[in-house]
């Protein structure tokens, strides 16, 4: 059982920039936060659910969505349980709700896809004006 929780979302101007964090609480017996690939989703209003990026569970590895390379950044930090989205030069169309994902992996994987993570955050909302 994960737990996450995001923050950091906001109404940034297009240029600006936004953090998120995910802060995970796992409570699975043998299992820690480090066992687990994390990844960032994004929903606008009428959409399906987007992979934006995701990182390993060493955090050796990081993969985009082709919209976000080159702005975005995914980081993670073991020691507090918590993976970050730095999002840089944002534009109008990134203006979603974010998710935070984790994926219970037994290798050092990259996932992208939606039904490859078993638990979801509540989300936050992202909003850039123009």
């Known amino acids: 059982q994960v737990q996450l929780v995001e923050s950091g979302g906001g109404l940034v101007q297009a240029g600006g920039s936004l953090n998120l964090s995910c802060r995970a609480s796992?409570?699975?017996?043998?299992?820690?936060?480090?066992?687990?690939?994390m990844g960032w989703f994004r929903q606008a209003p009428g959409k399906e659910r987007d992979f934006v990026a995701t990182?390993?569970?060493?955090?050796?590895?990081?993969y985009y969505g082709d919209s976000v390379k080159g702005r975005f950044t995914i980081s993670r930090d073991i020691a507090k349980n918590t993976v970050y989205l730095q999002m840089n030069s944002l534009k109008p169309e990134d203006t979603a709700v974010y998710y935070c994902?984790?994926?219970?992996?037994?290798?050092?994987?990259?996932?992208?896809?939606?039904?490859?993570?078993?638990?979801w955050g509540q989300g936050t909302q992202v909003t850039v004006s123009s």
């Open positions: 796992v409570r699975s017996f043998g299992r820690t936060f480090s066992r687990y690939t």
């Open positions: 990182i390993t569970r060493s955090g050796v590895s990081t």
């Open positions: 994902a984790a994926a219970a992996t037994s290798g050092d994987n990259v996932l992208s896809r939606v039904y490859e993570f078993d638990y």
